[in-house]
């Protein structure tokens, strides 16, 4: 069973579009990160969320937190080709185990 | 500064061989974690370390595997009679402190091929 799924699983897009990707889960999550990865490289930090309805934006990108902290979503306007990547949502559920789960991904290509 | 680092960067072995995989974590760094990561696909999670201390292993597939931190530097992943369902990349990662929110910095990873 997978504690978070993403949606989609592929997306590709022309430059400009604007986009949403999804993270899922029936658990609650003491805090959610969100990661991008490029191809042969490790995933890097884009934002973290804690609070519940929480939205965050980093230029053209937003994030927001669900309401129950169950779910979150990210969401890009204006895509451009160096948007193109690997995004990981990864929840930590709390308490003194400190380690992440990470959801299988949502591999973006945006075309020019 | 130095970023995290693993060795080797490839690694080729038999079927049946012992392999070991290094991890030098960014300097100060309190917690390491280690994960497999299939093509295309999100980190799987193998186990992890605060200091020296292991406090999670749950995800090590099998007792195969095994991991150390000895003096909570460097980490050893080490894969026992190795097969072919062991390939794939290994990816460690560390966090300044012990907080699950706070950032991961991942290494550039492990390629392990079993032939």
């Known amino acids: 069973t997978q504690l978070l799924e993403q949606s989609p699983q592929f997306l590709s897009i022309q430059e400009g579009e604007n986009l949403t990707v999804y993270c899922n889960s029936s658990?609650?999550?003491?805090?959610l990160q969100w990661y991008r990865q490029e191809p042969g490289e490790g995933p890097v930090l884009l934002v973290t969320v804690v609070t519940g309805g929480e939205v965050k934006k980093l230029k053209r990108l937003t994030f927001q937190f669900g309401d129950a902290r169950k779910d979150s979503s990210l969401h890009i306007t204006a895509a451009q080709t160096g948007d193109t990547g690997l995004y990981l949502c990864?929840?930590?559920?709390?308490?003194?185990?400190?380690?992440?789960?990470f959801g299988k991904g949502t591999l973006l290509t945006v075309n020019p | 500064g130095a970023g995290v680092s693993q060795s080797p960067r490839y690694k080729v072995t038999k079927r049946g061989q012992d392999v070991a995989l290094r991890c030098d974590p960014i300097s100060g760094h309190v917690s390491l974690y280690w994960y497999r990561q299939a093509l295309g696909q999100g980190p799987e999670f193998l186990t992890y370390f605060n200091y020296e201390a292991q406090q999670d292993k749950s995800g090590l597939p099998n007792d195969r595997f095994s991991a150390e931190r000895p003096e909570g530097s460097i980490s050893t992943l080490t894969i026992q009679r190795t097969e072919q369902r062991d390939s794939a990349m290994y990816r460690c990662?560390?966090?300044?402190?012990?907080?699950?929110?706070?950032?991961?910095?991942f290494g550039p990873g492990t390629r392990l091929t079993v032939t």
């Open positions: 990864a929840g930590h559920r709390g308490g003194s185990n400190y380690k992440l789960t």
């Open positions: 990662a560390s966090s300044l402190s012990t907080s699950g929110s706070n950032e991961q910095y």
């Open positions: 658990s609650v999550f003491s805090s």
